[in-house]
Structure formats: structure tokens, C-alpha cells
């Protein structure tokens, strides 16, 4: 069973930055896409960034793009998320999650996930 943990996560002021990580404890994650998602109070859990296994294509939401990035790393396992430029609706709790499908923006989509990294951005 792969497990994911996520880690990065923190408080910071509006324009900042963070860099989120999550790491596969499985020795491969060979064929799997990776995605990020967040969940807000009270709110639906949401799309924010997706990577294949290569790496070759990205898919961000509009809400991100030009200030996210994604990225990762097979070699250690590790898929990152910089966000620069932060704003206070950028807060929530930021999950990584792997699949094999390419729905990237469905949760339902994703069959394992980690458990999840606070980001608070104050304004």
C-alpha cells in the first residue's frame, strides 16, 4: 500500500511563499500521475495542480496559474508544489494523491491520499 505524506505547510503573509512536498513511501510510484487538492472550511475539497509521470505535462485551475508550480522527482519519490504570490483564499489544507487515470481534476479520480498540510495566508 503506497502512502503519501505531505509536509511544507505553514503560516505566512500575503504575497509570500511555500514550497509543499509529499513523499511516497512505496520505492516507485512508476506510472502514477500526481495531484494537489485543497480543502477550505466548509467548503468541497478542490483541483489545484496535477503532473504526470514524466513529468512532461502539467494541468494547474486558473486560480494558480503563473503562481503555482508543480514538480517532481521519481528518484526520491517526491512530488513538490512552490506557491509563490499567496493570497488569503490560498488557505486550506493542501493534500497530494496519486493515480493512475487522467481525470486529473476529479478527487474521485485519485486512489490514495496523504494526510494533508495546513497553509495559512494572512492578509
Known amino acids: 500500500q503506497v502512502q503519501l505524506v505531505e509536509s511544507g505547510g505553514g503560516l505566512v503573509q500575503g504575497g509570500g511563499s511555500l514550497r509543499l512536498s509529499c513523499v511516497a513511501s512505496?520505492?516507485?510510484?512508476?506510472?502514477?500521475?500526481m495531484g494537489w487538492f485543497r480543502q477550505a472550511p466548509e467548503k468541497e475539497r478542490e483541483f489545484v495542480a496535477a503532473?504526470?509521470?514524466?513529468?512532461?505535462?502539467?494541468y494547474y485551475t486558473d486560480s494558480v496559474k503563473g503562481r503555482f508550480t508543480i514538480s517532481r522527482d521519481n528518484a526520491k519519490n517526491t512530488v513538490y508544489l512552490q506557491m509563490n504570490s499567496l493570497k488569503p483564499e490560498d488557505t486550506a489544507v493542501y493534500y497530494c494523491?496519486?493515480?493512475?487515470?487522467?481525470?486529473?481534476?476529479?478527487?474521485?479520480?485519485?486512489?490514495?491520499w496523504g494526510q494533508g498540510t495546513q497553509v495559512t495566508v494572512s492578509s
Open positions: 503532473i504526470t509521470w514524466t513529468g512532461g505535462s502539467t
Open positions: 494523491a496519486a493515480t493512475y487515470s487522467t481525470q486529473w481534476s476529479r478527487p474521485n479520480a485519485y486512489a490514495v
Open positions: 512505496a520505492h516507485t510510484l512508476r506510472s502514477t500521475a
